[in-house]
Nanobody, 126 residues
Framework: QGQLRASGGGSVQPGGSLSLSCAASGYLQRRYCIGWFRQPPGKPREGVATIYGGGGSPNYADSVKGRFTISQDSAKNTLYLQMNNLKPEDTAMYYC???????????????????WGQGTQVTVSS
């Protein structure tokens, strides 16, 4: 059974940067999609960015385009999220998640993703 472990959250002022990591162990075949999701306080979980294991262009939520960058190191089975120019509305619990046996990434909707790691908190405030 695979596991995902997210890390790298913290507190930062508006305009600052943080980098999240998600270590995957136990599986990850080629036909998988992996990504980042977040749940702001009192709101439902939402998609942030996804990337396909076999390569291809990442998918981003409109709210983070131009500020966040998703990447992966397949050799290390690690997913990253570089977050720049952070805003207070980026405050949320961030999760990594994956789904297998897709020929491309599904839409940025949490219900498509079946394996989740524990979250890491990101707080943006002055």
């Amino acid at each position: 059974q695979g596991q995902l472990r997210a890390s790298g959250g913290g507190s930062v002022q508006p305009g600052g940067s943080l980098s999240l990591s998600c270590a995957a162990s136990g599986y990850l075949q080629r036909r998988y999609c992996i990504g980042w999701f977040r749940q702001p306080p009192g709101k439902p979980r939402e998609g942030v960015a996804t990337i396909y294991g076999g390569g291809g262009s990442p998918n981003y939520a409109d709210s983070v385009k131009g500020r966040f960058t998703i990447s992966q190191d397949s050799a290390k089975n690690t997913l990253y999220l570089q977050m720049n120019n952070l805003k207070p509305e980026d405050t949320a619990m961030y999760y990594c998640a994956t789904v297998e046996d897709w020929i491309k990434c599904p839409p940025l909707i949490p219900e498509f993703f079946g394996m989740w790691g524990q979250g890491t908190q990101v707080t943006v405030s002055s």
